[in-house]
């Protein structure tokens, strides 16, 4: 079945440096992968959305690529800030005409000022 | 303003006594889908439905219930709930539900069956 693993440790970075999140994924070619923030008590809060074209897409300081040979996504973000502490997750769609949508674990950035 | 409404936020019950968690989105959404949330093993989906009246199972459907009777509401119904569902609830919901929409989730239900 498909599987998607996340840095399973939380990731402690210092403000104003990147902070690399990592997403593998094993038993599926996605046509898309998408990433989310969560906050200790919220839902989670869609950030980007990447097409299996697509090499890299940014946002503002958040950058995300998209590797289907080495079925991995990296999620990065630039210049961090305190602000930027929350779990991020990412999830695959199944299949185009969607419906199901299975989550990584999420990794837990902490961005010290 | 668009959101995702789940009442209520917490809930502490007995086993076997049926329960409904509401979700109403008012986004006019055609798809919605409920997942639970625990530790060490991530959101996991329970159901999901792409329209009025077609709902279909995620990956972990058993013990819940589903109804999709109009497009704003989706509720999750547990009919005898049993300890092993205490667990974080969150109901989504997204324009057409293919790959490429994003999924708006409400705030979670905390449910805890004693």
């Known amino acids: 079945s498909q599987k998607i693993e996340q840095n399973s440790e939380a990731l402690n970075i210092q403000e104003g440096k990147t902070a690399t999140l990592t997403c593998n994924y094993t038993n599926y070619s996605p046509a898309y992968l998408q990433w989310y923030r969560q906050d200790p008590g919220r839902g989670p809060v869609f950030l980007l959305l990447i097409r299996e074209n697509e090499k890299e897409k940014r946002k503002e300081r958040l950058k995300v690529t998209f590797d289907t040979t080495l079925k991995q996504s990296l999620f990065h973000i630039t210049a961090s800030q305190p602000a930027d502490s929350a779990t991020y997750l990412c999830?695959?769609?199944?299949?185009?005409?969607?419906?199901?949508?299975?989550f990584g674990q999420g990794t837990e950035l902490s961005v010290k000022p | 303003e668009a959101q995702v409404t789940q009442n209520p936020r917490y809930l502490i019950t007995v086993t076997g006594k049926k329960l409904t968690v509401t979700c109403s989105q008012n986004?006019?959404?055609?798809?919605m889908s409920w997942y639970r949330q625990d530790p060490g093993l991530g959101l996991r989906q329970i159901y999901y439905s792409m329209n009025v009246e077609v709902t279909d199972k995620g990956d972990v459907p058993e013990g819940y219930k589903v109804s999709r009777k109009e497009k704003r509401n989706f509720p999750l119904i547990l009919e005898s709930p049993s300890p092993n569902q205490t667990s974080l609830y969150f109901c989504?919901?997204?324009?057409?539900?293919?790959?490429?929409?994003?999924?708006?989730f409400g705030d979670g239900t905390r449910l805890s069956i004693l």
């Open positions: 989504a919901s997204s324009f057409s539900g293919t790959a490429n929409q994003p999924q708006h």
């Open positions: 999830a695959l769609p199944l299949g185009y005409q969607g419906g199901k949508l299975i």
């Open positions: 986004m006019n959404h055609e798809y």
